[in-house]
C-alpha cells in the first residue's frame, strides 16, 4: 500500500469521525480542501471540491450548527442524523481514498467511515438526550458547542495532518467506550 493511500485513509477516518459530530461541517471542510487543491479526491468524487458543493455544504454547515443550539430541536436532529452520520461518513471515506481496489475501498468505507461516524453519532445523541431530561435542555447549548468544536478540530486535523486525526479518533473512542463502561448498568 502507497503512503499516499495510508494518509488517505487516515484523512477518510477523521473526517468520517467528525461527521459524528456535525454531518455538514466535515463535507464542506473537504470541499473546500478540494477546492483549493489541498486534497485530491477520488476519481469519481471530484464534484466535491465544485463551486455549487462547497457554497451547498457551506449553507447547510451554517443552518445545521444553528440548529443545533435550539433546545429539543437538537434532538430531534440527533434522530435525523444518526442514519445520515452513517451515509455520510461512508461517503468522506470513500471519497478521499485513492488507489485501491473498489472492493477494498467500499469495505473500508462502509465499516471505518459509517462505522465509525455512527458509533459517534449515536454516542452524541444520546449525551444529549441525558442533558435534555437533566437539565430541560438549558446544557444543549454547551453540548452543541463542544460537538461543534470538536467536529471543527477533527476537520481541520484530518486535512492538515491526517495521522493526528486518526490518533484523535482513537482518543475520542476509547473516552466514549469508557464513559459507556461506566454508565453500564452493573450485573
Known amino acids: 500500500m502507497e503512503p499516499n493511500t495510508i494518509i488517505s485513509i487516515f484523512l477518510g477516518i477523521g473526517l468520517a469521525a467528525s461527521v459524528g459530530f456535525r454531518i455538514f461541517l466535515p463535507l464542506f471542510a473537504l470541499s473546500l480542501a478540494a477546492y483549493f487543491g489541498v486534497w485530491e479526491l477520488n476519481e469519481s468524487w471530484q464534484w466535491i471540491g465544485s463551486l455549487t458543493a462547497l457554497i451547498t455544504f457551506g449553507v447547510a454547515t451554517?443552518?445545521?450548527?444553528?440548529?443545533?443550539?435550539?433546545?429539543?430541536?437538537?434532538?430531534?436532529?440527533?434522530?435525523?442524523?444518526?442514519?445520515?452520520?452513517?451515509?455520510?461518513?461512508?461517503?468522506?471515506?470513500?471519497?478521499?481514498?485513492?488507489?485501491?481496489?473498489p472492493v477494498v475501498t467500499w469495505s473500508l468505507a462502509i465499516i471505518a467511515g459509517g462505522g465509525t461516524a455512527t458509533a459517534i453519532?449515536?454516542?452524541n445523541a444520546t449525551g444529549r438526550l441525558t442533558s435534555s431530561a437533566t437539565t430541560g435542555g438549558l446544557a444543549n447549548p454547551i453540548v452543541s458547542t463542544l460537538e461543534t468544536g470538536t467536529a471543527v478540530v477533527v476537520s481541520t486535523a484530518s486535512i492538515l495532518v491526517p495521522p493526528i486525526a486518526a490518533i484523535l479518533v482513537i482518543i475520542i473512542l476509547l473516552v466514549i467506550?469508557?464513559?459507556?463502561?461506566k454508565l453500564r448498568p452493573k450485573r
Open 177 to 181: 467506550f469508557s464513559i459507556y463502561r
Open 121 to 123: 453519532k449515536g454516542a
Open 62 to 101: 451554517v443552518v445545521e450548527i444553528f440548529a443545533y443550539f435550539i433546545p429539543w430541536v437538537d434532538n430531534v436532529l440527533d434522530g435525523l442524523a444518526l442514519p445520515l452520520a452513517g451515509i455520510a461518513g461512508t461517503a468522506v471515506m470513500v471519497s478521499t481514498i485513492t488507489n485501491l481496489d
